[in-house]
């Protein structure tokens, strides 16, 4: 455990001491939002971000101790243990090491080198790798043993060379040597498979595709990874000249294994073994692993990305508690409706006809009036799927010719609201209510709080991701449940309103003890206190430490109980009362007053300055969100579909979706458009994480559009020109090419060769064209 500490903190660059503390806390069932919230004397202050660090390392270095031993015992029991190789398996620091090791001890099929053995070729495999003057044909003639199957000289250098090479191939420190160089060195070649050229026409940038191994980035990577899962193309790495006769890999092989031309009678005998020895057993082997490295490094940054993407989403501004109409646009089926109270609770729902086929727009102007004036609506959450401009022009023309209303309309992404709304969490919550008046239920509550209503949606299912289905699903799940974890317990949850599904994510909490609550709730009424929590049926004193502080009772009994200060540091604010000789209540929101407060002053061996720091800061601004405040995006008139945009139309829209190559801007014309990384700024971009985020409101130009394949390209550098835009190659169906800044100031990047529409084309999934 000492050792897992130190290599923690020496990656983390904290003190090993904060690591050890940290992980005796998450042994103990601590959470990572409780232990960076409330422990922070503990570890030393150890923030959420390297909590999760610390707790993804610390799972993957219990795994390889785990391998470590397995492989100890099993070298031990088959008594070839030296201490020389135990020395070696115990400073092994990654997995491929630990199995480059046990390679030649690893239990395996009966192989062609065994059978050599076995046969009694071994002393004439060593003597020639020993002593290459020897002459192979004439040493070989004494083996030759036909009961054996070892029937001429042939058979018996064979099978030599069979032992060889078995024994070349699982030498742990060559195997090190080739995988970093190939690493470094080896290119990422990519072909078409025979006669698959029109089947695969959207992986066309990759039919004849080479770049650096180590320079791929994941967006390509994984492209060419779903390529090769479809069938279309064949990927592979190379070194050097593949048909050379001095390949670079195999001069490496020789200079390891002291091989040499010298003339000999057995030197190239031994040159033809090594040669084997890399084409046979050690590329196959090496470009596995190295394919291996590259889709876990692709998968990591893809996840990343939704990570990234997700946790914006669930912190976007929420509109607030404020009466709101939820509407899931359609043509056919017409527009449901969703009424909902401040709470989010359901008051009536419907639905109306004012688009096409129908066209009831007076009906439906009076049904929707109506519904505004007898309960107050504030405003109307518009889903932005089908018909959702054309509904947005009903509605806006509709509070226009009503401004006594005081009512707006608010276009809200919807993407997830179909899959909450046939799931079995909406079934349980409106069994009696159809699915689609589920979907306008969850638009409007969207609108209200996102984070409450999105966390009852599979975060895959929420599609700001970039090649989700792609990936591990299992690493996937544990980043994406670790997000909304951390979202959750930053905003904190009102006991009181709150539903199973977001209660669960508090911290401590489960679905179980969740539902108790509510059930609690139902039976008793709203709570009054922190401490009446630990009259709920599985309660426990472990779960109310690990919960409380991010649980809020609104109105309650106790002030502190709508606040991020733990009932456990409730003393310390006793303590501040008793000084100052106020209450509480006073004490609260009074800036000037905390502001003048010495930490120092109150700390004692239980509650340090960071602890106290914070409960200053929040009796200053009690239960503060950490969200921004709402505002929203204007679509502009008249341009609601792909027809309606003409290149360098400057437009407001918002950020659905950010990957490594750019970002989706939602324009309101059902269709997202993509700003190239190169067109994010006038200055070089890296991440494009570091200029726009999920939900952000920006302004774009129409640099190109691609109406019957459905693209579009945007620029946030609103000076850009769509004329220059297209005569650079920049455009929807041009070949990626990276702005003059970027050229600038990436001379080691590989060039951009995949063009804009195979980024469309290989991102997009789910609804909308939205990844």
Not at 271 to 293: A, C, N, P, Q
Request: include cysteine; aromatic fraction near 6%; charge should be negative.
């Amino acid at each position: 455990m000492s050792a897992i500490a130190n290599r923690i903190a020496q990656e983390l660059n904290v003190q090993p001491t904060q690591v050890s503390a940290a992980i005796a806390l998450l042994d103990e069932g601590a959470t990572v939002p409780f232990i960076s919230r409330y422990r922070k004397e503990v570890t030393g202050g150890l923030d959420d971000t390297q909590m999760r660090d610390l707790e993804s390392r610390l799972a993957y270095l219990r795994e390889l101790e785990d391998r470590r031993a397995t492989i100890l015992n099993s070298i031990r029991e088959q008594e070839k243990l030296t201490p020389e190789l135990e020395r070696d398996i115990l400073a092994a620091d990654s997995k491929n090491r630990l199995e480059d090791l046990y390679l030649p001890y690893k239990p395996k099929r009966r192989t062609k080198g065994q059978i050599a053995l076995e046969a009694g070729l071994g002393p004439l495999a060593d003597t020639l790798f020993d002593d290459p003057s020897q002459d192979p044909a004439v040493l070989a003639a004494d083996f030759i043993n036909a009961e054996q199957g070892v029937a001429d000289i042939k058979a018996a250098l064979d099978g030599a060379k069979y032992i060889l090479m078995e024994r070349f191939s699982e030498d742990a420190n060559l195997l090190a040597k080739l995988r970093n160089y190939l690493w470094e060195n080896g290119q990422l070649s990519a072909k078409v498979m025979t006669g698959k050229e029109q089947e695969g026409a959207k992986f066309r940038d990759y039919f004849e595709h080479s770049e650096p191994l180590k320079t791929t980035p994941s967006h390509r990577a994984l492209a060419m990874f779903r390529g090769r899962n479809e069938a279309i193309l064949a990927l592979s790495i190379t070194a050097g000249d593949e048909d050379s006769t001095s390949h670079p890999c195999e001069v490496m092989v020789a200079e390891h294994l002291g091989i040499k031309d010298q003339g000999r009678p057995a030197d190239g005998w031994l040159k033809e073994v090594v040669r084997w020895t890399w084409r046979i057993k050690l590329y196959t082997h090496l470009e596995t692993d190295l394919l291996g490295s590259l889709r876990e490094r692709a998968d990591a940054a893809a996840i990343d990305v939704f990570a990234r993407n997700l946790k914006d989403l669930l912190l976007a501004a929420p509109a607030g508690p404020r009466p709101t109409i939820g509407l899931d646009p359609g043509l056919r089926t017409g527009v449901k409706i969703a009424v909902l109270d401040a709470t989010g609770q359901v008051l009536d729902h419907g639905a109306i006809f004012p688009n096409q086929p129908q066209n009831k727009i007076a009906e439906s102007a009076a049904v929707l009036l109506s519904m505004i004036k007898t309960h107050n609506i504030e405003l109307i959450a518009i889903g932005n799927g089908t018909a959702s401009r054309e509904t947005e022009r009903f509605v806006k023309d509709l509070l226009k010719a009503h401004p006594e209303l005081n009512c707006a309309s608010v276009m809200v992404n919807e993407s997830g609201a179909s899959i909450y709304s046939a799931s079995e969490y909406a079934a349980k919550e409106f069994p009696d209510l159809d699915v689609t008046i589920r979907g306008a239920i969850s638009i409007g509550r969207r609108l209200q709080d996102p984070l409450a209503e999105l966390v009852k949606i599979d975060p895959k299912s929420i599609g700001v991701g970039q090649y989700q289905h792609d990936v591990s699903q299992t690493a996937l799940s544990r980043s994406l449940e670790a997000v909304v974890e951390d979202c959750v317990n930053a905003v904190g949850v009102d006991v009181n309103t709150a539903s199973p599904a977001l209660l669960s994510r508090v911290s401590g909490l489960n679905l179980s003890i969740s539902a108790n609550i509510v059930d609690y709730r139902n039976q008793h009424g709203a709570f009054k206190s922190r401490e009446q929590l630990l009259s709920v049926s599985r309660f426990g004193a472990k779960t109310f430490e690990q919960a409380a502080g991010f649980l809020r009772i609104m109105g309650g009994d106790n002030p502190l109980d709508a606040s991020a200060v733990h009932p456990e540091s409730y003393s310390v604010v006793e303590k501040i009362v008793n000084r100052c000789g106020r209450e509480v209540h006073n004490l609260i929101g009074d800036s000037r007053f905390l502001k003048s407060l010495n930490a120092a002053d109150y700390a004692d061996e239980r509650f340090g300055i960071p602890t106290i720091s914070d409960i200053i800061q929040e009796l200053d601004k009690p239960g503060r969100d950490p969200r921004p405040d709402f505002k929203t995006a204007e679509f502009k008139d008249g341009v609601e579909k792909i027809s309606d945009l003409e290149a360098d139309m400057i437009l407001e829209g918002v950020v659905t979706n950010v990957t490594n190559f750019g970002a989706f801007v939602d324009i309101g014309v059902h269709q997202d458009g993509l700003v190239h990384i190169s067109a994010l700024s006038n200055t070089f971009v890296k991440d494009p994480h570091t200029v726009v985020k999920a939900g952000d409101i920006v302004k774009v130009k129409v640099m190109e559009v691609d109406a019957q394949r459905k693209r579009i390209a945007l620029s946030m550098r609103l000076e850009d020109k769509a004329s220059e835009h297209q005569a650079e190659g920049r455009g929807g169906s041009n070949r990626e090419r990276p702005s003059k800044a970027q050229r600038n100031h990436s001379t080691s990047q590989p060039a951009q060769n995949a063009t804009m529409a195979a980024l469309f084309a290989q991102a997009k999934q789910g609804k909308g064209g939205r990844l």
